[in-house]
């Protein structure tokens, strides 16, 4: 005895039928649409580069390094070439660069007005920043790099995590002893001590002075310039209270402290505010020094 199936109707017949070739279509759509955006952007590309030739340009060597992508987790460097204009800055250059070329190119800026600190950066082998430094000063090719002695995040930005520690380490903050009396009552500083700590003020933590620091890239534990000319902002403070000063001599004073600085004047060549790190380090030994010898 035979068994005859049930006959399939024409719908499912046919909806059996389109499912496979409806996949296949989309997966050609998306091909097409992934080749029209290659095509379009390199097209871009060319107009931006035909454009170029009859302008003045830059010829950039940026740092590249990714290491969330197989193909990009060995540095490397990738050439940008960049119309010029009056005034241009690095930090112009690298925008236009990642706005026209490669939108994966990644840096950190913020103001572009140098008090951010954000966009340092070693351009062509000295500590920099780009929103402060013209490109018109510079030779070419122009050498873009992560700052030294850092762990490199991707292609421009590095941790600032263990910078920031060390910050944190020399408790950056005013403390005192004695308050006023009255509820607003002005804790009063002398017009001399505030010109004797006004420099130490300007200190935008960019790390720069850090970056540059030949005994910071050997002692991973040292304070480092940017920490200490912090100490030093509030130990010199004449409204600093006894009690904290002693104790912020103290950090300053243990190994990896004030006593490291070898009077390279690294940090202070390549500061953007023109502080005198160096001096200030070397006035903290000096009070380290007298801080001792009242107990001798």
């Known amino acids: 005895m035979s068994t005859q199936l049930p006959d399939q109707t024409e719908d499912e017949s046919s909806a059996g039928e389109a499912e496979p070739t409806s996949a296949a279509q989309e997966r050609r759509m998306a091909k097409k649409r992934e080749r029209a955006a290659e095509r379009d952007e390199q097209r871009q590309a060319e ?35 960049v119309p010029y204009h009056k005034g241009m800055t690095v930090l112009d250059a690298l925008m236009y660069a990642r706005d026209t070329y490669d939108s994966s190119l990644t840096f950190r800026h913020s103001c572009r007005q140098a008090v951010c600190g954000s966009d340092a950066m070693f351009v062509n082998g000295s500590q920099r920043l780009c929103c402060k430094t013209q490109l018109s000063d510079l030779d070419e090719p122009v050498r873009i790099e992560p700052l030294p002695h850092a762990e490199v995040v991707k292609d421009l930005v590095v941790d600032m995590e263990h910078f920031y520690d060390q910050m944190e380490a020399v408790e950056p903050y005013f403390q005192t002893n004695d308050l006023p009396d009255g509820e607003l009552e002005e804790q009063r500083q002398s017009r001399e001590n505030r010109e004797k700590v006004k420099m130490s003020t300007r200190c935008i933590w960019c790390g720069a002075c ?35 000063k002693q104790q912020r001599l103290e950090i300053l004073e243990q190994e990896h402290g004030v006593w490291r600085c070898q009077t390279q004047f690294s940090c202070t060549d390549v500061c953007p505010k023109d502080i005198p790190l160096t001096e200030h380090i070397q006035e903290l030994k000096r009070e380290a020094v007298k801080n001792n010898l009242k107990f001798w």
């Not at 302008?55 to 990714?66: A, G, I, M, S």
């Open 210 to 244: 850090m970056s540059s620091c030949n005994i910071a890239a050997g002692d991973n534990e040292y304070l480092g310039p940017a920490a200490i000319n912090k100490a030093y902002r509030f130990t010199m403070d004449e409204r600093e209270g006894e009690d904290m």
């Open 47 to 81: 107009e931006a580069e035909a454009a170029l030739a009859d302008e003045e340009t830059y010829h950039l060597k940026v740092f590249r390094y990714d290491p969330e992508i197989e193909g990009k987790k060995e540095p490397r460097f990738d050439d940008f070439h």
